[in-house]
């Protein structure tokens, strides 16, 4: 499979770096759960500036649930940087730490875990029944998969056969307060979801190629899912990959560290 | 196949149309199978898949056993349906003294003082099958609507016809019965077929609640001097309990008396009728009914 162009993966990296610094720039005036923001930045930028049209206004564009809802600053970051709000929408209470279905451009509005899978599911069954060519896209984080509606929705994608169903985990081994292994463990992601009946993918979830790799296997036959394997709060050394820092408070001492 | 099934067999035409069943179809059995997406006993899933559909203008109708349709998908009703204006028509069976036999686990009796708290619910306990499916013909989905199923067919109405609205089937006493649902249907034949009966009562049929709407039936119902309320619902955030709460507010002098499910589980029966018999509802008993 090619790797993504240089010229695009230069354009990718420019972004993710003007997205950051408005993340960063969030954090220090509203805290935010940046942990699990910086986990899912990298993919996230390549899904809307790279992958799929999903700022149009067309009636059945592709569609993006946050349903790991605390990353929501991220979101909220990209439609900035999209000049899709304002920069006092921004930074205005409307976009809070979830995502808020009043803002442009955010598909459902999620937040307590667990329901935006379901809610994908149901769409993806419309678009499916009305030959939409576009895609679902579900992004959950790995501690989210404790929430047993989730794999009722996971048993449903595969009974309706749903090939415009494209699920991403954000692996990043962390829920709240420590590990997820430690927390509720479950063993072999990939093997339990292929016999589920899913393609399964995984790839490094801060590499534009490897990811890009991923999505370009997509089979269109039945729901895909994507392990993006990722590392909380990345990009930061001090705090990468550590159990602190799920959510990063504006009154913290080391809010240094976003400058 | 009934008047509702017949109804979503003229609706499931329309490809924006879908009829979503947790396993359950006692209010859709003679539907074609091909037409009905069953989720198994997925019930959150049941509200998050229907409100998916939803935020695409899809119309569902979305049917399970009514304790587990409000209950157990308590959470994504609120947030899936009712926050995010994703509008449906909830259809669920077994609600209130219909789960007979089933026990407190399968039993739903608290529908209104659960949906009463969202802003976007209607809450409808027909009295009969085909109030619901005129309802229904007439439903926009520009709100949600929680039906609780009543498979009963209409009980024939013998009364001046100059004085019936949609809500007073029957003015002759000068007590009023407030009542629905499938007790609602009971209780008003019960009165059609006694003599004695129809000269002590009248019937005002509450099936339809609106979001703020109380306080407007409550005036019409509040021009009975004597009411008397019949229903299958927890007596917390029972109609009973509402009237009874104006009164007192607006120390009104009407006096008020209810039949309902108290404030506790009620005991179940394998006999409709001997849980008729049970809360007070006998011809016999209601002519001793003193208010």
């Keep these: 499979m090619k790797n993504i162009n240089p010229r695009t993966l230069n354009y990718l990296l420019k972004k993710k770096k003007s997205v950051k610094l408005k993340l960063y720039n969030y954090t220090k005036r509203n805290s935010s759960f940046l ?82 899978l379901p809610i994908g599911v149901g769409m993806a069954k419309f678009y499916n029944d009305k030959g939409a060519k576009s895609k679902i896209i579900v992004m959950l984080g790995d501690g989210e998969l404790n929430e047993g509606s989730i794999w009722e929705s996971m048993l449903l994608a ?76 990345f990009g930061i050394k001090e705090i990468q990959n550590t159990k602190a820092y799920w959510f990063f408070d504006k009154s913290n001492k080391n809010i240094s560290l976003l400058n | 196949m009934n008047a509702y099934e017949k109804f979503l067999t003229k609706k499931i035409k329309n490809k924006n149309t879908y009829i979503l069943t947790a396993e359950n179809l006692l209010a859709i059995r003679n539907i074609k199978r091909e037409n009905i997406c069953d989720v198994g006993i997925c019930e959150q899933n049941l509200i998050g898949v229907a409100a998916g559909i939803a935020k695409n203008n899809g119309q569902c109708y979305v049917h399970a056993l009514s304790n587990f349709l409000i209950s157990r998908a308590y959470e994504f009703l609120k947030i899936d ?72 067919e209409s009980v024939k109405v013998f009364t001046n016809k100059k004085n019936i609205t949609n809500n007073f089937l029957q003015i002759s006493g000068d ?52 009411i008397l309320v019949i229903e299958d619902h927890l007596e917390n955030g029972s109609i009973f309990s509402r009237l009874n709460q104006l009164i007192l507010k607006n120390k009104l002098k009407n006096k008020l008396k209810g039949i309902n499910l108290g404030k506790n589980y009620f005991h179940t029966d394998k006999n409709l009728n001997n849980i008729y018999n049970n809360l007070g509802i006998s011809q016999k008993k209601l002519m001793k009914i003193k208010l």
């Excluded at chain 1, 304002?86 to 875990?113: M, V």
């Excluded at chain 1, 016999?195 to 089979?219: A, P, T, W």
């Excluded at chain 2, 229904?136 to 009543?150: A, T």
């Design chain 2, 81 to 152: 349906l009712d926050y995010n204006n994703c509008n449906c028509v909830l259809v669920g069976s077994m609600g209130g003294i219909q789960s007979t036999f089933n026990g407190p686990t399968h039993q739903s009796i608290d529908e209104m003082s659960i949906l009463e708290n969202f802003l976007t619910f209607e809450i409808f306990f027909p009295l009969s099958i085909e109030e619901m499916v005129k309802t229904l013909e007439n439903f926009k989905f520009k709100k949600n609507l929680y039906v609780r199923y009543n498979p009963e």
């Design chain 2, 175 to 226: 007590c009023l019965i407030v009542s629905n649902g499938i007790l609602g249907n009971h209780v008003l034949g019960l009165i059609q077929n006694n003599k004695d009966l129809r000269k002590k009562f009248s019937f005002f049929n509450f099936s339809y609640l609106k979001k703020n709407g109380f306080q407007n039936i409550a005036k019409k119902i509040f021009k009975f001097k004597k």
């Design chain 1, 35 to 116: 942990g699990s923001c910086l986990s899912c930045l990298d993919v996230l930028v390549y899904l809307y500036y790279f992958k799929y049209d999903l700022t149009s206004n067309k009636k059945l564009r592709s569609r993006f649930i946050l349903s790991k809802g605390h990353a929501a600053p991220n979101i909220y970051s990209i439609l900035y940087d999209k000049k899709i709000i304002s920069k006092r929408e921004f930074y205005s209470k409307a976009a809070y730490w979830h995502p808020n279905k009043n803002i442009k451009c955010i598909d459902f509005q999620t937040g307590a875990l667990g329901h935006g």
């Design chain 1, 158 to 233: 595969v009974k309706w056969k749903l090939k415009n169903l494209i699920i991403i985990i954000d692996k990043n081994k962390f829920q709240a307060n420590d590990k997820t292994e430690k927390i509720l463990k479950i063993n072999n992601i990939a093997k339990l979801f292929k016999e589920i009946g899913f393609q399964v993918l995984e790839c490094n979830g801060h590499n534009y190629n490897d990811i890009n790799r991923k999505f370009m296997k997509i089979s269109n036959i039945k729901p895909v899912l994507i392990i993006a394997n990722t590392i909380r709060n």
